[in-house]
């Protein structure tokens, strides 16, 4: 299993609380040791999702209402890193079943947008904007972008069990294109 983002939640938590107590703890640390975190966000070129927003916003609520806030967006941003390193492991394994080419371009569907998750009806969204998303034998949702970011429409995975793809040739409907299912 990947354990990339729970080393980096590690690290950050660590980090932010060492700046935070060298600066004298209170507020003034606490907010010198906020900026940790965003300064990751830079340095990896990864932004956050929805709800790495949402637990660094508890710790920024943590920093004037103390522990009472900060321990649980803590123990809840270490929850959430190993369920996205599991689900990073999961799309992984998707990859290897899938020709060498196309490995690089193959997402987890919680990559589609800033508030996607890895599930059913985000599946549903990427094959109504046109793209092909499917759910594998171990669970996990993927789709697959071309090398300019743009989803696929007529990629057809190796293995999966369940497909989410638009009708060709693309027929627009309402705000997308008329889609199936097939699983």
Known sequence: MSADNSITNVLVTVTSEGVSRALGGGVRGGVAGLVVQPAVWIATGTGPDAGDTVIYGAGVAGVVAGAIMAVPAIVTGVVKAAVDDHTATLVEEVRQKEPAEFRA??????????????NHITAMT???AGGVAW???????CFVRDAKG???????PKSYEALYFPMLPLTKVGNGFKWSYSG
């Open 135 to 141: 759910k594998d034998k171990n669970g996990v949702y």
């Open 105 to 118: 371009s193959i997402l987890g569907t919680d990559d589609y947008s800033y508030w996607a998750s890895n």
């Open 150 to 156: 743009r989803l696929v429409c007529d990629y057809r």
């Open 126 to 128: 990427i094959a109504a």
